[in-house]
């Protein structure tokens, strides 16, 4: 799985989670707001990450 898949994947359950916490019971609502905002949080680290890793890789390729 590249990372392109993987950031996809992460904001689609962080989307699906934060749906799921509009419509549970009031008690588990902050449980998956936190864990909404955890995989938001990853996904931009991915993201991030992979960014620095391709661009060192393709510094590294032209040298």
């Known amino acids: ?10 904001r689609f ?3 699906r ?3 799921l916490s509009r419509v549970c019971d009031p008690v588990f609502a902050k449980d ?8 938001g949080i990853a996904a931009s680290i991915v993201e991030q990450q992979g ?3 391709r661009r060192k ?3 590294n390729g032209q040298t």
């Open 57 to 59: 890789d393709s510094r």
């Open 51 to 53: 960014d620095k890793h």
């Open 32 to 39: 998956y707001e936190r864990t909404a905002r955890a995989l």
């Open 1 to 10: 799985m590249n990372l392109r898949e993987v950031v996809r994947t992460l």
């Open 13 to 15: 359950e962080r989307r």
């Open 17 to 19: 989670v934060l749906a």
